[in-house]
């Protein structure tokens, strides 16, 4: 492809919004332009690195027998209610959702779990023609809080979504097993170093869940891996064993300590210079928004540990869940923020405990009075020790709960999420099949998806320089750049025309860079910057049909033959797309 043919413009500014390495290069590029909040033009050049990752996704997937339809977009609320979710995808506000002109509630699919269990329902009648595994390939839309980072949290994106259906709990375990194969492949096709992790279900639902992280510093997830054992979970979801608390303190009778202004554990800790984080034990209060309306739920926990919010409003069940106000808190303690404790809390309170604060005694905690604690407070003694469950935030150093080993914690771009999802959504919405013997039975569903724009800005996110993109050779926009140094150079103009041809004769993609009034630093400029992972350049040598060889990924040229490089070019490529 000839460069000069096409609409090709790069920037010299970054966006002042772009808050990542991903989002900055790919608009200076013209990968990418933000038509609105969370709304991205994709580019020519953007199209072909998805187009490359839609191929990959497809390919594996009809490998493994799935089949591919498409779903609507826009989605009427009737089956959002038949699943019990429009509620909570309404309360976290994530759903965009309006009036059709009849009146009719609609929303525009974030995930399609009920339309496909609907068509399930019509058309998968008998236990043989089980197993089905369907997907799509669709834009998806979801009015994420704070859309940013560019592709990677978009409130339109781009996602494949599979679905399987099974007629036995073992057979949703396998199809599941055969998706794990098919994600493993296809991130490995990708050319990225990636991480598959234990996760959290969310508001899908559901019995067992794995991501698939692309390994980034930058990544908005953090993972919890252990390479003594090979764990590795979400931190939303990870669990650990931690260090025992030290020995309780002398048995002394509990008693107020005044605490003036100090409302955190550092503030504490500087106030009692003898007194251990562990033996301080901080009550945090939220507001959980249930099924049966707002509650307040005071969760206690070992000063040196933190809450996990979404192991709370799992355990709670809650539609959503946010700090208590300060008028909340006044409330319930009686007091400003910073002075809440177990003791003598309102009644409407729900106290629970993270299992840290467990064989802690003697400790340190709000007096639900300004500027007031209660010290040598003893469980048993002085209060029933609440319920206690695992609330908390796995933290680096902790032990892995199977073996030996310790956690260490480190980011990662959530690309793919795969799910086990039980029997939810088609009980829920009756969707059965008649089963070798006896009654009806309703379906075993599996979930799987992939962000497919997110895959591209992650892809750049793990791999860039300061000069800009570096693509993987199975997903870059082109795999070869001809760079011509003088376009109308009798010698020059004969080789890259060779070069161009017999690449674009072998297969491959190559954008052939001939432009007319640009000099050669410029076209080098956007060569770094555009991160087409191979360049050939044809300059001053071209009469001796000799070229200069540049891997992306490495530094320095070098010069060889043209047949050496169109060779180095073919194999290297091979080499990548090997998988
Ligand atoms: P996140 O936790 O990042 O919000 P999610 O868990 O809600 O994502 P899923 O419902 O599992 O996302 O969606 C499947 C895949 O779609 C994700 O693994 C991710 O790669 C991609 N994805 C989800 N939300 C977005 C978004 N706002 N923009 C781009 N891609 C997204
Ligand atoms: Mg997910």
Not at 449 to 454: A, L, P
Not at 462 to 490: C, F, T
Request: glycine share 8%; hydrophobic share 40%; charged share 25%.
């Amino acid at each position: 492809m000839k460069l000069s043919t096409q609409l090709f413009v790069t920037l010299k500014e970054e966006p002042a919004d772009a808050e990542v390495r991903s989002h900055a290069l790919m608009a200076r590029a013209g990968f990418l332009y933000k038509l609105a909040a969370g709304q991205y033009i994709y580019g020519p050049l953007l199209l072909r690195v998805l187009r490359k990752i839609e191929n990959i996704v497809r390919e594996e997937h009809n490998r493994a027998g799935c089949q591919e339809l498409l779903m609507p977009a826009l989605q009427p609320k009737e089956l959002w209610e038949a699943s019990g979710r429009w509620d909570r995808y309404v309360a976290d506000g994530i759903l965009f959702h309006f009036q059709d002109r009849k009146g009719s509630e609609v929303c525009l699919g974030p995930t399609h779990e009920e339309v496909i269990t609907t068509y399930a329902k019509r058309f998968v009648k008998s236990y043989k023609q089980l197993p089905v595994i369907l997907y799509q390939i669709q834009t998806k839309f979801r009015d994420e809080i704070r859309p940013r980072f560019g592709l990677m949290r978009g409130r339109e994106f781009i996602m494949k979504d599979a679905y399987s259906f099974d007629s036995t709990a073992e057979a949703m375990k396998e199809s599941y097993l055969r998706m794990r194969e098919v994600y493993f492949r296809i991130f490995q096709r990708t050319g990225l170093r990636f991480t598959p992790v234990e996760a959290d279900s969310g508001a899908i639902g559901g019995t067992g869940s794995e991501e698939f992280m692309v390994d980034a510093d930058t990544g908005e997830d953090a993972i919890a891996v252990c390479h003594a054992t090979g764990y590795a979970a979400n931190c939303e979801k990870a669990v650990s064993r931690i260090s025992a608390p030290p020995a309780a303190a002398q048995n002394v009778p509990m008693h107020k300590e005044p605490t003036p202004g100090a409302k955190t554990c550092d503030a504490l800790i500087e106030m009692f210079p003898g007194l251990p984080i562990e033996r301080l034990l901080k009550t945090i209060l939220y507001e959980a928004n249930t099924q049966q309306g707002t509650q307040v739920v005071a969760v206690m926990a070992r000063g040196d540990r933190e809450i996990n919010e979404v192991k709370l409003l799992n355990h709670l069940d809650a539609l959503d869940l946010a700090l208590a106000t300060p008028e909340t808190v006044k409330r319930v303690t009686g007091a400003e923020v910073g002075y809440a404790g177990p003791i003598g809390l309102a009644d409407d309170v729900r106290l629970l405990a993270d299992k840290s604060v467990e064989g802690v005694q003697g400790f340190l905690c709000g007096g639900n009075e300004t500027d007031t604690h209660y010290l040598d407070v003893w469980f048993g003694r002085d209060l029933e020790q609440p319920e206690t469950l695992d609330l908390g935030l796995v933290q680096a150093g902790d032990f892995v709960l199977e073996g030996e080993g310790t956690i260490e914690i480190t980011r990662g771009i959530e690309v793919g999420h795969i799910f086990q999802l039980g029997r939810k959504y088609s009980e829920a919405m009756d969707a059965k099949f008649a089963p070798e013997q006896g009654k009806a039975e309703a379906f075993w569903m599996g979930c799987y998806g992939i962000g497919i724009s997110r895959i591209a800005a992650s892809a750049i996110e793990q791999n860039h320089d300061d000069k800009g993109m570096i693509w993987p050779i199975p997903i870059a926009p082109y795999s070869v750049l001809i760079v011509q140094m003088r376009a109308g150079d009798e010698a020059q103009d004969a080789l890259a025309l060779e070069v161009h041809d017999r690449l674009e004769a072998a297969g491959i993609d190559v954008l052939w860079d001939e432009r007319q009034k640009i000099s050669p630093g410029a076209k080098f400029k956007d060569a770094d910057l555009i991160g087409v992972p191979l360049r050939i350049v044809v300059g001053r040598d071209a009469a001796e049909r000799k070229v200069e060889w540049n891997d992306r990924r490495e530094e320095g040229n070098e010069v060889m033959d043209v047949d050496d490089a169109i060779g180095r070019a073919q194999s290297t490529i091979a080499e990548a797309l090997a998988l």
